[in-house]
């Protein structure tokens, strides 16, 4: 090989070097490129007998910087930020809704209390009766209000659950592929990666991790396999799978994820516990931890409120001379859930009822033939397991059957949110008298003992029995509870938001420092290559001088 070819080679290599570095330049704002370089050698030297002559430039590869460390830190740092931030976005609405201190569930409790001790002060003023009925509007009404929407933000994390769902499987097919692609492409061997196809599906499986936790492996032929929950495949070579939300049978409050590899077989239920991380992820654990549990609670300060002032007040009369009527209506004794195989379960307040025992709890009952079990859903504490129904427990009464292997959530107490109401519509039937008025034996109108019970509910100890059966809440306590709980959820999420982020930022700095663009060390590499271009040019101009020196002698 001669002067003029080994200067070609050089030629060429320069070329190569300006191309790529060109290329740089162009994709430095291009989201997930990684910074490529070309790796040269030299040829395999000529022997002339004494000694070896270098035959020039060897271009050997188009090299990508890239770190799998890296890469998987920026996957699990992405998927913990994008729960932490969605769950943020989440819950900070539900948190405003149920803390207002003006609009909230408290300042009306307060208010429908004062009306009751104003009736209690004057047991026979109608108009004090018709305020007592006019704050428990008000009341019953906010109740429904935040139970109306609590349902809104459910009905849109059902929705988002939906649309996340086939955003992952879309990107799981273009994962799947890119890896055809990529396949295809890396027929010429190991030495020529596609880089920009293997920068696309990292690209790719950021913002899949964005959606929900994964796991990826690189296999020998550079395919990507995509692992989620405790090793579901979502994708394997050029296959994918499909996930999808369907209602679920067993739980009339969720929808439920479905998971089917490869479009082959019935889909298969993907347990919720499983998914964890990403959008996704923070749509289920909102839904799990905030929506649900809140919804609890109010229903369950709807309900034991409810049940409590009518036990008292169906203890007193009326100016009319009528007892045992309800105030509050919308709270029914006996609901029906169905299981996920069709048999209905029917829960209802245990005899005599005891509101102290009650819990603002949901349930999931299962029966694999032998045992019922009775889980409860927030803290996952069993409360029951035996051969038969009915089952007592927390102030409640589940009877009915199931079939082996069915399951259903039981929720007793989140409906009742929404349908609480005042019973009465005449104020002379506010039971404030101990006695009947109208008899003979009566305090007449005056008689106001029945109302002083009642009053004294605001104050009086009544739910959350103790470990000896004395309650230890008061109806404003419980849900001042109930607020602050949210409150520290979200504080918490809030807090886990601002570190997530902090370590997000940090390792994409650490990945950009190291795959990135630095365009000040590009324009430097024109410069170098450029005059190496230059050299191997000049190289190739003094050889054809000397070939046509050559020429002249001969001639």
């Known amino acids: 090989m001669g002067m003029l070819q080994i200067g ?3 030629l060429m290599a320069a070329r190569y070097q300006l191309d790529t570095a060109s290329h740089n330049i162009a994709n430095a704002n291009t989201e997930g490129y990684s910074r490529q370089r070309v790796n040269q050698s030299t040829q395999f030297p000529q022997f002339v007998g004494f000694g070896y002559i270098g035959r020039g430039a060897l271009l050997v590869g188009v090299e990508r910087a890239y770190d799998q460390f890296l890469q998987g830190n920026l996957l699990a740092a992405t998927t913990r930020y994008a729960q932490a931030q969605h769950y943020q976005e989440l819950i900070a609405p539900l948190d405003n809704l149920v803390a207002d201190p003006d609009a909230g569930l408290s300042p009306a409790l307060q208010q429908f209390f004062d009306a009751v001790q104003e009736v209690a002060d004057n047991p026979e003023s109608i108009a004090a009766r018709q305020s007592l009925l006019s704050q428990g509007e008000v ?4 109740f429904r209000l935040f139970d109306a929407r609590i349902d809104e933000i459910r009905q849109d994390v059902e929705q988002r659950l939906d649309g996340v769902a086939q955003q992952v499987t ?18 010429r061997g190991a030495e020529a990666p596609p880089n920009d196809l293997l920068d696309q599906r990292d690209q790719l499986a950021k913002e899949l991790a964005g959606l929900i936790g994964i796991k990826t492996v690189i296999d020998d032929q550079g395919m ?8 579901q495949t979502l994708v394997q070579g050029v296959a994918s799978a499909t996930l999808a939300t369907e209602a679920d049978p067993g739980d009339a409050m969720h929808r439920r994820l479905t998971y089917q590899f490869g479009g082959s077989g019935a889909p298969q239920v993907l347990p919720e516990r499983l998914v964890t991380g990403g959008e996704l992820g923070a749509l289920l654990a909102f839904r799990r931890e905030g929506l649900d549990r809140i919804q609890d609670q109010l229903g369950f300060l709807a309900t034991t409120l409810a049940l409590a002032f009518n036990a008292q007040h169906q203890q007193g009369y009326g100016l009319d001379g009528v007892t045992n009527r309800d105030f509050f209506g919308g709270v029914p004794s006996t609901q029906t859930f169905t299981g996920d195989q069709g048999s209905n379960l029917t829960v209802g307040w245990a005899t005599p009822l ?13 029966y694999d033939g032998s045992n019922y079990t009775i889980t409860r859903l927030h803290d996952g ?5 035996g051969a038969t129904l009915p089952a007592t427990f927390q102030g409640l009464t589940l009877t009915g059957t199931l079939n082996a292997g069915e399951r259903v959530v039981v929720r007793p107490f989140p409906a009742q949110g929404g349908t609480l109401a005042v019973a009465l519509t005449d104020p002379r039937a506010v039971a404030a008298a101990q006695a009947d008025p109208t008899s003979a034996t009566g305090s007449g109108p005056a008689d106001n003992v029945n109302m002083l019970a009642l009053s004294s509910l605001q104050t009086t100890k009544t739910l959350f029995a103790d470990a000896s059966g004395i309650p230890t809440a008061t109806f404003q306590t419980t ?13 918490s999420v809030k807090t886990e938001a601002t570190a997530s982020k902090a370590l997000v930022d940090q390792v994409q700095a650490t990945r950009d420092s190291y795959a990135g663009v630095n365009l000040d060390e590009e324009a430097a590499n024109l410069i170098q ?12 101009q003094i050889a054809q001088k000397l070939f046509d020196e050559v020429l002249a002698i001969a001639q």
């Open 529 to 540: 290559f450029q005059q190496a271009y230059q050299a191997a040019s000049k190289t190739m």
């Open 479 to 491: 849900w001042a509870s109930a607020v602050a709980e949210l409150g520290t959820l979200a504080r």
């Open 224 to 231: 990507m396999s995509v692992f989620i929950g405790s090793g």
């Open 8 to 10: 070609l080679t050089g």
């Open 354 to 366: 005891d509101v102290a025992a009650m819990q603002p709890a949901s349930f999931e009952i299962r």
């Open 170 to 187: 879309a990107l799981a097919r273009n994962i799947a592929d890119l890896n055809q692609q990529i396949l295809q492409a890396s027929t």
């Open 381 to 385: 504490q069993s409360l029951y397991t």
């Open 139 to 142: 009341l019953t009404a906010r």
